[in-house]
């Protein structure tokens, strides 16, 4: 597990012992991390649009890129697949797809403006297919996106569904049955997902 700071230091922590393992150091503020491959690798990203590769078994970083488009960079997000979801401050989430990061400024499978505020929260379901986006700032602001067809969910939230108020955390079930929204009021709001059988 990681503890970060404006100050563009990463703090590796084991999280079996609570050991702190090591520190990374990044231009910057850091304002957000994602592991992948296993927890061999991090992601981070902050407030400079760049987002960091790192190796945590040499703590060195891979490589660098600039998020497209990004002023200031607020979270990022990794599907078990790969994909990498960068959601910036003006409200734009990138999509990008891990054989295209080999460049400095790659270029997204998908540019989703959906939300008009700060994005403050991303996830990918278990098989990668759907992407969660919301924002803080804004009553409901919460969007779906299919990842395949890199199209959002017209119908979500439905019109009877407008009673998110302020979505403070976002995230799927194990088996991506149920999809939760955590709001400002203290609630966590279940949906159910028909498409998957199982919680």
Same mark, same amino acid.
């Given at each position: ?13 084991d999280p079996t012992t609570k050991e ?7 231009? %910057?503020?850091? #304002?957000?991390?994602?592991? &992948? ?12 649009? !760049? ?8 703590r060195k970083c891979m490589s660098t890129?600039?998020?497209? %488009?990004?002023?200031? %960079?607020?979270? !990022? ?22 054989s295209s990061l080999d460049k400095s ?23 990668? #297919? ?34 998110? &108020?302020?979505?403070?955390? !976002? ?13 400002? &009021? ?14």
């Amino acid at each position: 597990m990681c503890v970060f700071n404006r100050f563009g230091k990463i703090h590796v922590i084991d999280p079996t012992t609570k050991e702190h393992m090591s520190t990374l150091k990044m231009n %910057g503020s850091v #304002e957000d991390v994602a592991f &992948k491959n296993g927890g061999d690798e991090l992601l981070s990203f902050g407030d400079e649009g !760049i987002v960091y590769q790192w190796d945590l078994r040499s703590r060195k970083c891979m490589s660098t890129f600039g998020d497209e %488009g990004c002023v200031k %960079g607020t979270t !990022i997000a990794v599907s078990h697949n790969n994909k990498i979801a960068c959601g910036s401050y003006s409200g734009i989430v990138n999509l990008y797809d891990e054989s295209s990061l080999d460049k400095s400024h790659p270029t997204p499978l998908k540019t989703f403006k959906n939300l008009k505020s700060p994005v403050s929260g991303l996830c990918f379901n278990s098989t990668s #297919e759907m992407l969660a986006m919301a924002s803080d700032s804004v009553q409901n602001a919460v969007k779906l996106a299919h990842v395949s067809s890199l199209s959002v969910f017209s119908n979500f939230p439905g019109f009877n569904n407008l009673n998110m &108020k302020f979505p403070q955390e !976002i995230g799927f079930s194990p088996n991506s049955g149920y999809f939760t929204v955590g709001n400002n &009021k203290g609630r966590a709001l279940l949906y159910r997902l028909k498409h998957y059988a199982n919680y």
